[in-house]
Each structure stands twice: as structure tokens, then as C-alpha cells.
């Protein structure tokens, strides 16, 4: 998913969810152009969001990512004010904020955001401010919370929305998504890998993504199941499915 309130190309995305218990990590990473200063707005099932700095650890998510491709291969915290954190400005905003904050910031407000407020009523919205020109994918975003619904399961965001336009039923995909938890081993398909200066230790497994035989998928996020693979002593394992929430 990208939410943007104003016109953007994005593409080449990437998106860890990692967990512990309730305790969720997730890193959002892609390849974004605007002509104008933006907002992306990513909506967390969380009261409270805690931001980490990805600056000694920029590559992780381009790692991980090459690790997916080659396992496929073988296959066949609440506040109003922007946190500088790494390349970014970031800052964690309650739904009957929102419009305030943006309009604060100088930034456009799209008309159908006061229904995806309604929509994410229980989430805490992520702000990053996107400047003119920008390349992200130069440094992935990273947030830490504890997820206050749908508790067995792990929120991707995947609904896509650029500025004005009309928000279709379905979307383009091309993404790498990657699940991390301390129990994932190569017996269930994961891997781990060696990422200087990361701060966890997980285990990874991950699934690409993109448009098919000119098929596109359903526009919505992704709520992942996660169950037990009991050929592989209970690891985790994932269901994943797309959940439109607007349409």
C-alpha cells in the first residue's frame, strides 16, 4: 500500500512485518517520485508508534529482498510534531488529528480521506513527509508497536491511493513482502542472514508479488494469518489475504 494525499509514481516496494508476542516491527521501503511535496500516510492497528533510525542498517531491506528472490528461485508513540528520524520527518497522528496535522503541514487534503479516516478509526496514522524529488528507497522506514487488533494476525499496508485520483477495486503489485520472527529456521523455508548493525535477531521468509499475464490484485491491505507449520516443529506460517476495506 501507498497512500499519498498528493499525485506520485511508486513502485519496487518492499514491506517487513516482524513479530514478538503482540509486539510488531515493521519496515516500509520503495522507489516514489513527486513533483510536489507530499505526505505518505501509512495507518498502524496500534495506539502508539515508536520510530527507529535505519541509517546504519539502510540496506536490510534490499538484503532481505535478495534472499526472497533466491529462495523463491529455488523453489520454483503519539504525538503532532515531525521527529526527524534518519532521512525523515515522521510523526505518529490519532484519526480526529489528521486533518489538523496536514493542514498544519501545508499539505493537500484529498476528499476521500475523511472516509479512510472513518475506515482506520482505531489506528495511529504514520506521517512521513516525502520532499520534492526524493529517492526513498535511499533508506527504509522502520516503526515498533503493539498491535491493539487482530491479534493473531500481521497488518501489510497495501492500499493504493495517489492524490485526487478515484480509488479503483483493483491495483498494480510489485512488491517483496517479508515476515521475521525469532523461531523461523530453513526447515519452514526462511532463512537468516548476516546485516550489520540490525538490531534483532529474526529469522526471515518472504513472498514476491507483481501483475501477472496482465492480471491485477485486489486493492486493499493484507491481514496475514499466522498459524504453525507442524512439519517443521510449530514454526510460524503465513496465510495471506487482501482485505478492502473501502469498497
Same mark, same amino acid.
Given at each position: 500500500?501507498c497512500?499519498?494525499?498528493?499525485?506520485?509514481?511508486?513502485?519496487?516496494?518492499?514491506?517487513?512485518? @516482524?513479530?514478538?508476542?503482540?509486539?510488531?516491527?515493521? @519496515?516500509?521501503?520503495?522507489?516514489?517520485?513527486?513533483?510536489?511535496?507530499?505526505?505518505?500516510?501509512?495507518?498502524?492497528?496500534? @495506539?502508539? *508508534?515508536?520510530?527507529?533510525?535505519?541509517?546504519?542498517?539502510?540496506?536490510?531491506?534490499?538484503?532481505?529482498?535478495?534472499?526472497?528472490?533466491?529462495?523463491?528461485?529455488?523453489?520454483?508513540?503519539?504525538?503532532?510534531?515531525?521527529?526527524?528520524?534518519?532521512?525523515?520527518?515522521?510523526? @505518529? *497522528?490519532?484519526?480526529?488529528?489528521?486533518?489538523?496535522?496536514?493542514?498544519?503541514?501545508?499539505?493537500?487534503?484529498?476528499?476521500?480521506?475523511?472516509?479512510?479516516?472513518?475506515?482506520?478509526?482505531?489506528?495511529?496514522?504514520?506521517?512521513?513527509? *516525502?520532499p520534492?524529488?526524493?529517492?526513498?528507497?535511499?533508506?527504509?522506514?522502520l *516503526?515498533?508497536?503493539?498491535?491493539?487488533?487482530?491479534?493473531?494476525?500481521?497488518?501489510?499496508?497495501?492500499?493504493?491511493?495517489?492524490?485526487e485520483?478515484?480509488?479503483?477495486?483493483?491495483?498494480?503489485?510489485?512488491?517483496?513482502?517479508?515476515?521475521?520472527?525469532?523461531?523461523?529456521?530453513?526447515?519452514?523455508?526462511g532463512?537468516?542472514?548476516?546485516?550489520?548493525n540490525?538490531?534483532?535477531?529474526?529469522?526471515?521468509?518472504?513472498?514476491?508479488?507483481?501483475?501477472?499475464?496482465?492480471?491485477? =490484485?485486489?486493492?486493499g491491505?493484507?491481514?496475514?494469518?499466522?498459524g504453525?507449520?507442524?512439519?517443521?516443529?510449530?514454526?510460524?506460517?503465513?496465510?495471506?489475504? =487482501?482485505?478492502?476495506?473501502?469498497?
Amino acid at each position: 500500500m501507498c497512500i499519498f494525499n498528493e499525485a506520485t509514481i511508486a513502485g519496487s516496494t518492499k514491506i517487513m512485518v @516482524a513479530h514478538r508476542g503482540l509486539r510488531r516491527w515493521m @519496515a516500509y521501503q520503495m522507489k516514489v517520485t513527486s513533483k510536489t511535496k507530499s505526505m505518505l500516510l501509512l495507518p498502524q492497528p496500534t @495506539a502508539a *508508534i515508536k520510530f527507529h533510525d535505519t541509517t546504519a542498517y539502510a540496506e536490510f531491506l534490499d538484503l532481505l529482498a535478495i534472499q526472497v528472490g533466491e529462495k523463491e528461485a529455488e523453489n520454483t508513540r503519539s504525538t503532532k510534531e515531525m521527529t526527524k528520524v534518519g532521512a525523515y520527518k515522521m510523526a @505518529a *497522528i490519532q484519526p480526529d488529528d489528521l486533518i489538523n496535522f496536514l493542514v498544519e503541514q501545508g499539505q493537500t487534503i484529498p476528499s476521500w480521506l475523511y472516509k479512510m479516516i472513518r475506515v482506520y478509526e482505531n489506528f495511529t496514522w504514520l506521517c512521513v513527509s *516525502i520532499p520534492a524529488g526524493f529517492d526513498m528507497k535511499a533508506q527504509p522506514i522502520l *516503526i515498533e508497536y503493539i498491535q491493539n487488533q487482530r491479534k493473531e494476525e500481521l497488518f501489510l499496508n497495501m492500499m493504493e491511493i495517489h492524490g485526487e485520483e478515484e480509488i479503483e477495486l483493483t491495483a498494480d503489485r510489485d512488491h517483496v513482502l517479508i515476515f521475521g520472527n525469532e523461531d523461523i529456521t530453513k526447515k519452514s523455508g526462511g532463512f537468516r542472514i548476516d546485516i550489520p548493525n540490525f538490531p534483532w535477531n529474526f529469522g526471515f521468509i518472504g513472498s514476491t508479488i507483481k501483475n501477472q499475464f496482465n492480471k491485477k =490484485f485486489k486493492n486493499g491491505d493484507m491481514w496475514v494469518k499466522i498459524g504453525q507449520d507442524k512439519t517443521t516443529s510449530n514454526e510460524p506460517a503465513y496465510l495471506m489475504g =487482501f482485505e478492502n476495506w473501502m469498497l
